[in-house]
């Protein structure tokens, strides 16, 4: 495969912490990708959610299903830029590794409880992840990857001011992931991949959900637009063609402006390598100034109408309790930690470890485990 002079070459990846010998049929990068694909952490993420939970029905995205919309869109990008699309499918698919169980409902609970024992940071807890918690090899902890992958996964969304997060810190002492520059284009990628992919599959949970209709999306930058060529080209179609007809085409436009304004900049820029692209002070892969503009807007409309729903807000109500509630009785009796558990509690030396080790099985929870974990020990209905 022919790279850009300023894509991460494989042959001149900066190695892993602990040397293994190269592969004979998968570039470092590709290995990465096939340790995050088999990890635990990753096959947790198919109940774990991103608005709705989990029992909620089964067309809503969760964590597994978002990732792979991330991971098919860094891909295209990546591709068209010159870029190496093994690297960045590759932080694509660890890019949520970290979440707790019940979305950023979860997340907030969490950093809420860990507040006096170190905070907590779902890229921090990737990291932890990745490097620490997945115990299935036998020469070392975790999955052992590349440089340029921690890299992308510590510094997706822009370099990292210190203090940094626990995990973030242990692993740059370790691993100097030279935090304080950009990362390397393809991890820039996989984070506008993001972007794109839950702006569209927002929409279209929002309104299977009824928390919106179309009409509502008629009124609104960029989805009125696509939804009034819809209706030009295929008058009368059925909802729910309309609807994807109408969503797909806001899909291409955000991959598309996205292309466009990369090429622009790296044909302005003359990047010679990955280390200009990391030098740049800035990003290189972002949305044009009228498209972010015009995402605002629509991040606006589901914050107000689907993330702060009152159904919605109920739920997270009921979730958060489940979290406030297990998080403190494990911390206050480590002996109801599963036996597998039981190494690590006996290896904090102070109340801040074994906080981050409760932290470590609660926030690794799916939300299924956590309301049966609830249900199991409380009896009761969190609602």
């Not at 729910?240 to 292309?259: N, P, Q, T």
């Not at 949305?287 to 107000?304: M, N, R, V, W």
Request: glycine share 6%; with cysteine; proline share 5%.
């Amino acid at each position: 495969m022919t790279f850009a002079p300023y894509a991460c070459h494989p042959e001149d990846s900066r190695g892993r912490l602990y040397h293994e010998s190269y592969s004979t049929f998968r570039s470092p990068y590709q290995r990465d990708r096939d340790r995050i694909i088999h990890s635990s952490a990753f096959r947790r993420l198919k109940h774990k959610t991103q608005v709705f939970v989990e029992h909620e029905g089964d067309y809503y995205r969760t964590r597994l299903t978002h990732t792979v919309e991330v991971a098919q869109v860094a891909r295209t990008i990546a591709g068209v830029l010159g870029l190496n699309t093994d690297l960045a499918e590759a932080v694509a698919l660890a890019h949520d590794l970290g979440h707790t169980p019940f979305g950023h409902t979860g997340e907030d609970a969490m950093e809420r409880l860990m507040a006096p024992y170190g905070g907590f940071d779902h890229n921090a807890q990737a990291l932890r992840i990745v490097t620490r918690l997945e115990k299935h090899y036998a020469d070392f902890d975790g999955l052992n990857l590349t440089w340029e992958t921690l890299e992308g996964i510590a510094k997706h969304n822009g370099p990292v001011e210190a203090p940094y997060p626990y995990a973030l810190e242990e692993v740059n002492s370790a691993f100097d992931l030279e935090l304080s520059t950009h990362a390397s284009a393809e991890a820039q990628v996989a984070a506008v991949a993001d972007d794109v992919a839950y702006n569209h599959h927002d929409l279209h949970d929002g309104l299977r959900s009824g928390l919106f209709t179309e009409d509502d999306l008629m009124e609104m930058p960029l989805t009125g637009p696509a939804f009034r060529e819809v209706d030009r080209l295929y008058p009368g179609l059925e909802m729910m063609r309309r609807r994807h007809e109408a969503l797909r085409r806001v899909f291409g436009v955000m991959v598309e402006d996205v292309i466009s304004i990369a090429q622009a900049r790296l044909e302005a820029a003359q990047p010679k390598s990955v280390s200009e692209i990391r030098g740049m002070g800035t990003t290189i892969i972002r949305f044009s100034k009228p498209l972010y503009q015009e995402l605002k807007a629509i991040k606006a409309f589901l914050f107000e109408r689907m993330y702060r729903a009152p159904s919605v807000m109920a739920e997270r109500a009921k979730v958060t309790r489940v979290v406030e509630d297990l998080f403190p009785l494990f911390l206050n009796d480590p002996s109801l930690l599963p036996p597998e558990w039981r190494r690590d509690v006996e290896r904090a030396e102070n109340e801040v470890q074994l906080a981050r080790v409760v932290c470590d099985y609660v926030a690794g929870m799916t939300d299924r485990f956590a309301l049966q974990e609830h249900a199991r020990i409380f009896g009761a209905d969190p609602g």
